[in-house]
């Protein structure tokens, strides 16, 4: 019988309707964020692109699930939003690198970053 390994924290990073789109916010290399992101996790996390998650306001919008180890230490999943540049992909990286919801406290300056949704919202991505 073989033990499979404990999964990983999974990044959903939301490209839909504002997210990704330079017309909302110009100047950031929309299309080379996602390939940065999982370069900086080096493999300690899933990555995957996602529909509009709704939170348009919020715009360029990642949730960081956390990983199976995270949840039974009482991690939840963290919404952050605005994020728009090298310097935040790098911290979101470097807290998941180090565990992630649950097991890593985040750096202070995603506290910038993090807000809540509804339950709505939240219960659509979970399905």
């Not at 998650?53 to 230490?73: E, F, I, K, T």
């Not at 994020?83 to 990286?93: F, G, S, T």
């Not at 890593?104 to 219960?123: H, I, K, M, N, Q």
Request: charged share 25%; glycine share 12%; with cysteine.
């Amino acid at each position: 019988m073989t033990r499979e390994s404990p999964a990983p924290c999974r990044v959903t990073v939301c490209r839909g309707c504002c997210c990704g789109d330079p017309r909302k916010i110009p100047g950031v290399d929309h299309a080379g964020q996602l390939p940065r992101l999982r370069a900086a996790l080096g493999g300690s996390a899933q990555v995957r692109a996602s529909d509009c998650l709704d939170v348009c306001d919020q715009a360029n919008v990642m949730v960081v699930q956390p990983s199976s180890a995270g949840r039974a230490a009482g991690g939840r999943p963290v919404w952050l939003g605005l994020v728009n540049d090298d310097d935040a992909l790098e911290d979101i990286a470097g807290w998941i690198r180090a565990g992630g919801p649950g097991l890593a406290d985040p750096p202070g300056v995603l506290d910038l970053y993090e807000f809540t949704v509804s339950r709505r919202v939240r219960a659509a991505l979970e399905d």
